[in-house]
Nanobody
């Protein structure tokens, strides 16, 4: 069973930054892709950013230029650097890993609150 453990969430003022980490219990290179999703109260979970095993990244429009996804294979960890945070970025952020014929794995989520 794969475990994904997120950390790094918290309370930050508008315009501030946070870096989320997702530590996997096995080599992240074994996954076809990993990503970060978020879910705000009363809304559906949505993709924020993803990175493939080959290093290709993808971002949704509302975070382009502000968020950066990266990975450290030696540490089996994926990061999400979030800059210029806005109140509308407030949500629970979830780490996701996907591998063909295995499906999706999810972390427990970490709360990010952007408020003055």
């Amino acid at each position: 069973q794969v475990q994904l453990v997120e950390s790094g969430g918290g309370l930050v003022q508008p315009g501030g930054s946070l870096r989320l980490s997702c530590a996997a219990s096995r080599n992240i290179f074994s996954f076809n892709a990993m990503g970060w999703y978020r879910q705000a109260p009363g809304k559906q979970r949505e993709l924020v950013a993803s990175i493939t095993s080959g290093g290709t990244t993808n971002y949704v429009d509302f975070v382009k230029g502000r968020f950066t996804i990266s990975s450290d294979n030696a540490k089996n960890t994926v990061y999400l650097q979030m800059n210029s945070l806005k109140p509308e970025d407030t949500a629970v952020y979830y780490c996701n890993a996907w591998r063909i014929r295995e499906g999706n794995y999810w972390g427990q989520g970490t709360q990010v609150t952007v408020s003055s």
